[in-house]
């Protein structure tokens, strides 16, 4: 079956092995952020909807789950902002009453978090992951470049509304932009902040693929390491950086047409190293080549040479 709204699974360097759910149109978010690696925003809103008709994701969930496969997470994600969706909390209520088995995390930009639909419809969830990169204004539009009526004091509101709400795990991310949200005076305002919201955890995270701008660069290990140090609040609050480390996958396919998919669904929607592809597809470095040359001659692939590797991916 080919699937439309799931994708992977995936080796996510926060979740493990994770099946994808994405409810919305590739590039329709509520932020355009600097560091995406999906490339800019085209839809830029935070008018929620619902994008596709809920059977179909409930479906394409029952025909995939029906074999019981291995996975530490069922994780809302994709090329735009899940919360935008109004099905997501019938789809995690369909998870959790029908699968559950299955932990269920979100991925998420916190942006909407002040409205009290956002927040009820992930009540279920197992886990949810905002992001936070600066409490100050000016930082956050330029790092976010958010759609017009966000602004990042509302953002913060709604994320400590939702912990006093919520009964499941926060993981917060920071993410890092050397020289733009690592002053001493930034660093400080995100520790008041990360006090108010009193995450499960911090995960301080950086560039790992090719981000929207080139000028955004990665966080070195020393840098990250600085930085975790000066979120720490006594302890209380676990703060790690989130460090690329690669695991083996098991096989997904031995089917030649279904590769070939998988492969092309992976690079559409975000770029993937060779060893990316490997971990998250159990294929060797042979066949994801021989796959690459296919999909080049088809549809055409473009790289990105960055400090991991060659990065692939498909031109929109």
Same mark, same amino acid.
């Given at each position: 079956?080919?699937?439309?709204?799931?994708?992977?699974?995936?080796?996510?360097?926060?979740?493990?092995?994770?099946?994808?759910?994405?409810?919305?149109?590739?590039?329709?978010?509520?932020?355009?952020?600097?560091?995406?690696?999906?490339?800019?925003?085209?839809?830029?809103?935070?008018?929620?909807?619902?994008?596709?008709?809920?059977?179909?994701?409930?479906?394409?969930?029952?025909?995939?789950?029906?074999?019981?496969?291995?996975?530490?997470?069922?994780?809302?994600?994709?090329?735009?902002?899940?919360?935008?969706?109004?099905?997501?909390?019938?789809?995690?209520?369909?998870?959790?009453?029908?699968?559950?088995?299955?932990?269920?995390?979100?991925?998420?930009?916190?942006?909407?978090?002040?409205?009290?639909?956002?927040?009820?419809?992930?009540?279920?969830?197992?886990?949810?992951?905002?992001?936070?990169?600066?409490?100050?204004?000016?930082?956050?539009?330029?790092?976010?470049?958010?759609?017009?009526?966000?602004?990042?004091?509302?953002?913060?509101?709604?994320?400590?509304?939702?912990? $006093?709400?919520?009964?499941?795990? #926060?993981?917060? !991310?920071?993410? =890092?932009?050397? &020289? +733009?949200?690592? %002053?001493?005076? /930034?660093?400080?305002?995100?520790?008041?902040?990360?006090?108010?919201?009193?995450?499960?955890?911090?995960?301080?995270?950086?560039?790992?693929?090719?981000?929207?701008?080139?000028?955004?660069?990665?966080?070195?290990?020393?840098?990250?390491?600085?930085?975790?140090?000066?979120?720490?609040?006594?302890?209380?609050?676990?703060?790690?950086?989130?460090?690329?480390?690669?695991?083996?996958?098991?096989?997904?396919?031995?089917?030649?047409?279904?590769?070939?998919?998988?492969?092309?669904?992976?690079?559409?929607?975000?770029?993937?190293?060779?060893?990316?592809?490997?971990?998250?597809?159990?294929?060797? $470095?042979?066949?994801?080549?021989? #796959?690459?040359? !296919?999909?080049? =001659?088809?549809? &055409? +692939?473009?790289? %990105?040479?960055? /400090?991991?590797?060659?990065?692939?991916?498909?031109?929109?």
């Amino acid at each position: 079956m080919k699937y439309s709204h799931l994708f992977g699974p995936v080796h996510s360097r926060r979740l493990g092995r994770s099946l994808g759910i994405d409810l919305v149109p590739v590039k329709t978010c509520s932020f355009d952020c600097v560091y995406c690696e999906c490339g800019h925003t085209t839809r830029e809103t935070t008018e929620r909807q619902e994008f596709f008709p809920l059977r179909e994701v409930l479906e394409e969930l029952r025909t995939y789950l029906s074999s019981a496969p291995v996975l530490d997470f069922i994780t809302f994600s994709g090329s735009g902002e899940p919360t935008l969706s109004t099905s997501i909390g019938d789809v995690i209520c369909f998870l959790k009453e029908s699968y559950p088995q299955y932990r269920v995390a979100v991925l998420t930009n916190g942006s909407l978090f002040w409205r009290f639909d956002v927040r009820n419809d992930l009540m279920q969830a197992d886990l949810v992951l905002p992001t936070l990169s600066s409490v100050f204004e000016e930082t956050f539009s330029r790092i976010q470049r958010p759609a017009p009526g966000i602004h990042v004091a509302e953002v913060i509101e709604g994320l400590i509304q939702f912990r $006093r709400e919520y009964a499941g795990e #926060i993981w917060l !991310e920071v993410f =890092i932009i050397p &020289g +733009i949200n690592t %002053s001493r005076r /930034e660093l400080e305002g995100l520790r008041v902040a990360i006090e108010q919201i009193a995450p499960d955890r911090v995960q301080v995270n950086t560039l790992d693929r090719p981000g929207t701008e080139h000028w955004v660069r990665p966080a070195s290990p020393a840098e990250l390491e600085r930085i975790r140090g000066a979120l720490g609040i006594s302890g209380l609050i676990p703060v790690e950086p989130i460090r690329y480390e690669l695991t083996a996958g098991a096989p997904m396919t031995t089917e030649w047409e279904e590769a070939v998919a998988l492969v092309r669904e992976l690079i559409r929607r975000r770029p993937c190293t060779l060893e990316d592809i490997t971990t998250a597809t159990g294929l060797s $470095r042979r066949e994801i080549l021989k #796959i690459l040359r !296919e999909i080049q =001659i088809s549809s &055409g +692939i473009q790289e %990105s040479q960055e /400090e991991r590797g060659i990065f692939f991916f498909c031109p929109e």
